[in-house]
Nanobody
Framework: QVQLVESGGGLVQPGGSLRLSCAASGSIFSIYAMGWYRQAPGKEREVVGTITSGGSTNYADSVKGRFTIARNSAKNMMYLQMNSLKPEDTGVYYC??????????WGQGTQVTVSS
């Protein structure tokens, strides 16, 4: 019912910035929360940050102050602005949407690599 597509990943140097985008389509009116998650090599997927339909955000301690989630309702888009990137930020970043029925939908992921 909901389709999510991430884009914007790539290779950046430590200290650099990237902005990830998540395009939502389908029954987006039923989404009450969205978030960004990431999975580093050899590790479990972890939450990066979340945003509610009202715009309230929450971030993992590891990214707080460096990452920012934003939304553009007119474009059905969610963004993750990543600044001061560190090698430990490397991983596949996923967009997540949660419906009113507490069913989660995931994008396909986009690779972020922070390396010299």
């Amino acid at each position: 019912q909901v389709q999510l597509v991430e884009s914007g990943g790539g290779l950046v140097q430590p200290g650099g910035s990237l902005r990830l985008s998540c395009a939502a389509s389908g029954s987006i009116f039923s989404i009450y929360a969205m978030g960004w998650y990431r999975q580093a090599p050899g590790k479990e997927r972890e939450v990066v940050g979340t945003i509610t339909s009202g715009g309230s955000t929450n971030y993992a301690d590891s990214v707080k102050g460096r990452f920012t989630i934003a939304r553009n309702s007119a474009k059905n888009m969610m963004y993750l602005q990543m600044n001061s990137l560190k090698p430990e930020d490397t991983g596949v970043y996923y967009c997540k949407g949660v419906l009113v029925g507490n069913v989660a939908y995931w994008g396909q992921g986009t690779q972020v690599t922070v390396s010299s």
